[in-house]
């Protein structure tokens, strides 16, 4: 049907970051073609709003854990992005066996889909590889501390398979391909009750409600707008880097911090309160991002109280 019309598949489009890398895909980049293949477990049709009336956007609801590859015989693929994954510590624990089978199975899947295609794969890896990291900041070239049984386990082992599976697949079969290690990203757009840092906190400092604190606060995460990891991920579609490239914003805070910034910064009377610690809650955290530097000149440019002030604008138009 399509036959002819360059596509880009993103799986996983329906999710907070793949939504804005559809958008830009087809907006700013005017790709002919985005197939964006999603179950909705945790994203939602809503991201992609101001997409779906478009020509240009084929949306299938499914599970890359069960897909029928020949369903995607039609079209010419390119590229194809691999976000679909469950993200947020406190869904992926619920979900654990679907979040090992996405990340495994739902891995080799793709795969397939690109080699009948001759597509450059793409794969949204994580920071998570390096665990709870001895190594400050972390590099590419750094093999982690993950325990591969604890409580983040089910995501972070299944990002570590799906690392080495891509690797070997595309090895073998000679194929291009990039495993971007995300850090910490967030805007507009993340699930409200995600549970993840960003929208508890926002949420709570815009209804005056206590900022929960898990253990002291002294964690540290470092925070990248979306935008910038989107123009990271596509600066990477039409380069040929092979392999690991860590993609995340240096500007590096405690958790405490983090709250103390956000409370100020949205006039909250909200009060901080300290739970008991999670186990394995990497203790710091922090990209070297040299490497996307060289390679890809890229570098991110959103400010943290831009960022924030653009996010707290989405999650107040929800309350
Ligand atoms: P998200 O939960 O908003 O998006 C994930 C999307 O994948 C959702 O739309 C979900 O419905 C879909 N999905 C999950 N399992 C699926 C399956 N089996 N089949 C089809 N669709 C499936 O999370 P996000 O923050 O946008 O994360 C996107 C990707 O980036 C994930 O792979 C995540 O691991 C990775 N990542 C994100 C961050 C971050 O800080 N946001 C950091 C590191 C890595
Ligand atoms: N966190 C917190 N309170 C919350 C949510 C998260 O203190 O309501 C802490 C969490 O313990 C971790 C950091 O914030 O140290 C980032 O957590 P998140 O779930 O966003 O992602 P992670 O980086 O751990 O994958």
Same mark, same amino acid.
């Given at each position: ?25 087809? /907006?700013?980049?005017?790709? /002919? ?11 939602? @049709? ?47 624990? /619920? ?158 805070? &405690?958790? @405490? /911090? ?24 990497? @203790? ?21 109280? &831009? ?13």
């Amino acid at each position: 049907m399509n036959k002819g019309i360059s596509s880009v598949l993103v799986a996983g489009g329906a999710g907070f970051i793949g939504s804005h890398l559809s958008r830009y895909l087809l /907006e700013d980049l005017e790709c /002919e073609k985005v197939i964006v293949v999603d179950n909705l477990v945790t994203g939602n @049709k809503e991201n992609l709003e101001e997409l779906l009336n478009s020509p240009k956007l084929d949306f299938v609801q499914d599970d890359i854990v069960s897909l029928d590859v020949a369903r995607f015989d039609s079209y010419k693929i390119s590229h194809v992005f691999n976000l679909a994954s469950i993200a947020s510590p406190k869904t992926y624990a /619920e979900k654990s066996i679907e979040t090992l089978k996405t990340g495994s199975l739902g891995v080799f899947n793709l795969l397939e889909i690109a080699k009948k295609n001759d597509a450059r794969f793409i794969h949204a890896s994580t920071s998570e590889i390096y665990g709870d990291p001895t190594v400050h900041p972390q590099t590419e070239s750094y093999f982690g501390n993950v325990n591969s049984v604890g409580p983040r386990s089910m995501y972070d082992e299944a990002k570590r398979f799906g690392e080495a599976a891509i690797t070997a697949f595309c090895d073998k079969f000679d194929m291009s391909y990039a495993l971007v290690r995300i850090f910490n990203t967030y805007g507009p757009k993340m699930g409200q009750n995600d549970g993840r840092v960003i929208p508890n906190f926002v949420n709570a400092a815009l209804r005056n409600l206590n900022l929960e604190i898990y253990g002291d606060g002294k964690q540290t995460r470092s925070l990248c707008y979306v935008s910038d990891l989107v123009n990271g991920l596509t600066k990477l579609m039409d380069s040929t880097y092979c392999g690991p490239i860590n993609m995340g914003n240096p500007y590096e805070l &405690t958790v @405490k /911090e983090l709250a103390e910034k956000i409370i100020e910064s949205l006039k909250s009377s909200s009060d901080i309160v300290y739970l008991e610690a999670l186990i394995d809650d990497p @203790k710091q955290r922090c990209p070297d991002i040299s490497l996307a530097k060289k390679v890809l000149d890229w570098a991110p440019k959103v400010d943290f109280e &831009t960022g924030l002030s653009n996010t707290a604008e989405y999650f107040k138009s929800m309350v």
